[in-house]
């Protein structure tokens, strides 16, 4: 059986991946500071959008203001998505109390929420949506250690396939063969995004690491962003 399919809205990337991330997956983009991991998760987002299909963008980070307006810069406009009810975004600031439990705070209130997981499903729920983006996920694991990172990174991703909903979420860090990363082996695909220095020159690689019941490409493509977006040179050797 054909593995029904959705535009990550990157050039390049679809072609990777023979026409995009396979639907109602947990796709995990992970890459250092610069890489672009923000913008994939916006451009994602847009794209979405342009095809009628309601999102909600849950933002752990710096203020959803400022991504409006990096998205802006793009030609994408989620204040007019979120009019349209096309976009829900939830803007939190996560702390951790005394006792270590780490609560979502609503940037604009300052009021605590029940949990991150029951504001998403509220969200998705009021537009019926189709999409999460979150961004980043290591925000939602403060002062966790070990097995408690699985467990809150299960709790979240099983709450999220219950909703029937593909999912994009980034991830602040690179993976590499030598440690055990919990969260690259519960989602249902990695992708990475590399910044190298070679010969006095940045190169941007994207590489799929792994994406569960379909055929990619696993070869490093380099990418550039653009005040379009970025791009992936699919069909480009990365030179070395």
């Known amino acids: 059986m054909s593995v029904q399919r959705v535009s990550t809205g990157i050039n390049g ?3 990777m991946l023979g026409g995009g991330y396979p639907h109602r997956a947990i796709i995990l983009v992970s890459g250092g500071p610069g890489s672009g991991k923000t913008i994939s998760s916006l451009q994602y987002t847009a794209s979405a959008i342009a095809r009628n299909e309601p999102v909600v963008y849950v933002n752990l980070e710096e203020p959803m203001d400022n991504k409006k307006g990096y998205a802006k810069g793009f030609g994408w406009d989620l204040d007019e998505a979120e009019a349209n009810g096309l976009l829900v975004s939830l803007d939190f ?27 998403i499903i509220s969200a998705v729920k009021e537009i019926n949506a ?14 966790a250690r070990g097995n408690e990172i699985r467990y809150l990174v299960h709790k979240l991703f099983e709450t999220i396939r219950n909703l029937d909903c593909t999912a994009l979420i980034t991830y602040e860090g690179i993976f590499d063969g030598s440690n055990f990363y919990s969260e690259m082996f519960l989602s249902d695909g990695v992708l990475a995004l590399v910044k190298d220095l070679r010969d006095f020159e940045i190169i941007k690689t994207a590489r799929i690491y792994k994406m569960r019941g379909i055929n990619f490409d696993d070869q490093p493509r380099r990418y550039t962003i653009s005040n379009k977006g970025m791009v992936v040179f699919n069909k480009e050797p990365v030179l070395v």
């Open 13 to 15: 990337l679809d072609d």
């Open 130 to 143: 189709q999409h999460v983006v979150l961004d980043p996920l290591n925000s939602a694991m403060i002062n």
């Open 93 to 119: 600031v996560l702390s951790s109390t005394v006792d270590g439990i780490v609560e979502p705070k609503n940037r604009n209130t300052g009021e605590s929420e029940f949990s991150l997981e029951s504001e």
